[in-house]
């Protein structure tokens, strides 16, 4: 299974930073754009005793990318010492693809009782977990991350030494491939 993914669009970021002596307060908004997306994928299928079966497909659609918010903190209690921490939240529950061909995205075609492709597009599907974008199960979720750098100063040499963490949940949830959603 190979999958090549494109996105191309033009977005707006607006950021703001207030500075004072030891205390720098900042934000972030990441206005929602919508994009042409392109995928190929290729799949291989090889058994015992048979020939390798491989299976290509392309598609173009729109993607439209979700906005995201955020503010930052950071501190200088004294001269070389910084500790920064910031959240982002996105709203992954909106990013959603616009007419996708049944079967894309290793999909399962949508298919009526007797076997019959029920429609040869999706519309309007959550780019996560492909189900209608009004039934989603992906959720909005937030970023926290937080760091400190010390500048060490040596002659004529600043080395800043920096460590930081990051929590993020995903915001795709553990599908069960039995729902019939899917």
């Known amino acids: 299974f190979d999958q090549d993914q494109r996105l191309s669009g033009m977005s ?36 015992p005793d048979e020939e390798d079966e491989a299976e290509s ?3 173009r659609s729109r993607l439209r990318w979700p906005r995201s918010v955020g503010v930052g903190v950071a501190v200088r209690p004294f001269r070389r010492l910084t500790l920064a921490a910031d959240y982002l939240h996105t709203e ?14 290793l999909s399962n075609p949508v298919v009526d009782e007797q076997g019959n492709p029920v429609a040869d597009i999706y519309e309007d599907r959550n780019f996560f977990d492909l189900f209608p974008a009004s039934q989603t199960l992906t959720k909005d979720s937030g970023q926290w991350r937080g760091g400190i750098e010390y500048l060490l100063t040596l002659p004529r040499v600043v080395i800043p030494l ?6 993020e949940k995903s915001p795709v949830p553990n599908l069960d491939m039995r729902d019939s959603r899917v």
């Open 92 to 105: 992954w529950s909106q990013t959603v693809l616009d007419n996708v061909p049944n079967g894309a995205l």
């Open 12 to 47: 707006l970021n607006l950021g703001v930073l207030l500075r004072g002596s030891w205390l720098r307060v900042g934000g972030v908004a990441r206005l929602p754009f919508d994009g042409n997306y392109r995928l190929t994928e290729t799949r291989m299928s090889s058994y």
């Open 162 to 167: 920096r460590v930081g963490c990051f929590y």
């Open 57 to 59: 497909f392309a598609m």
